[in-house]
C-alpha cells in the first residue's frame, strides 16, 4: 500500500515559468520529508526538505509547502530552467518511530526551452 | 558530493545464480541503506543497517540478504536470482536514521 502518492507521472513548463509537483501522503505520523531530483543513470540527488513543525521551506528557486491537515506537500520551482528536466521524487519518514524513508513513484518534470 | 561508491554499475547475470552488490561510503555514516527502482514504483526499501552487524528488513526483503561488516561497506546479496530483481539498485547512507539520505550512482542488474 503506497503510503507517499505521485499522482502526476509527467509535467512540461514552458522556461521561466513555475513548475509545481504534488505529493499526498496517508500517514499521519510522517514529520519529515524531502524531494530529490534524479537524473537518467545517476542517484537520486537531495533537494529540499521540510520539518512537520513548518509549513514552507526555501531555497533559491525551490520552496516547499506542507499542508498537514490535507496531508499534502508541493514543490514550486521559480522559475523554472530547462536543467531543472528530470524526475522528481518526494519521501517521507516517521522520525520518531523508525528509520525508514517512503518514496512516491516521481514525477517527470520537462521544462522547455 | 557524499562520497558513496557502488560495485559494479553494471551486471547481466542468469536465473539462479549468486549476486552481491557492494557499496562503500567514505563518510563514516551510521545508516546505510539499500533500495530498488521500478517503474511505476519509485524508490522501494529492500534493507538498512544501523550500525556494524545490525540491519533490519524493508518493505521489498524478499529474496535479498545483507551484510555489514565494517561501517564503510554494506553488501546486497540475491543468493539466487530471479529475473523479477531486474532492477537499479541505489545504495544511500545518513548520518542519522530517517534524516536526510544521500544516494551513490547505482547498479543496473539484468537476469535473464
Known amino acids: 500500500d503506497q503510503q507517499v502518492k505521485q499522482n502526476s507521472p509527467s509535467l512540461s513548463v514552458q522556461e521561466g515559468r513555475i513548475s509545481i509537483l504534488n505529493c499526498d501522503y496517508t500517514n499521519s505520523m510522517f514529520d519529515y520529508f524531502l524531494w530529490y531530483k534524479k537524473y537518467p543513470a545517476e542517484g537520486p540527488t537531495f533537494l529540499i526538505s521540510?520539518?512537520?513543525?513548518?509549513d514552507k521551506n526555501e531555497d533559491g528557486r525551490f520552496t516547499v509547502f506542507l499542508n498537514k491537515s490535507a496531508k499534502h506537500l508541493s514543490l514550486h520551482i521559480v522559475p523554472s530552467q530547462p536543467g531543472d528536466s528530470a524526475v522528481y521524487f518526494c519521501?517521507?519518514?516517521?522520525?520518531?518511530?523508525?528509520?525508514?524513508?517512503?518514496f512516491g513513484t516521481g514525477t517527470s518534470l520537462t521544462v522547455i526551452p | 558530493d557524499a562520497g558513496i561508491t557502488q560495485s559494479p554499475r553494471h551486471k547481466v547475470t542468469e536465473t539462479g545464480t549468486p549476486v552481491t552488490l557492494r557499496c562503500h561510503q567514505t563518510e563514516n555514516h551510521r545508516y546505510m541503506y539499500w533500495y530498488r527502482q521500478d517503474p511505476g514504483h519509485g524508490l522501494r526499501l529492500i534493507h538498512y543497517?544501523?550500525?556494524?552487524?545490525?540491519?533490519d528488513k524493508g518493505e521489498v526483503s524478499d529474496g535479498y540478504s545483507v551484510s555489514r561488516s565494517k561501517t564503510e561497506d554494506f553488501l546486497l546479496t540475491l543468493e539466487s536470482a530471479t529475473s523479477s530483481q531486474t532492477s537499479v539498485y541505489f545504495c544511500?547512507?545518513?548520518?542519522?536514521?530517517?534524516?536526510?539520505?544521500?544516494f551513490g550512482p547505482g547498479t543496473r542488474l539484468t537476469v535473464l
Open positions: 544511500a547512507i545518513s548520518g542519522q536514521g530517517a534524516d536526510t539520505q544521500y
Open positions: 521540510i520539518s512537520s513543525i513548518k
Open positions: 519521501a517521507a519518514s516517521a522520525r520518531n518511530t523508525g528509520n525508514q524513508f517512503y
Open positions: 543497517s544501523y550500525g556494524v552487524k545490525d540491519t
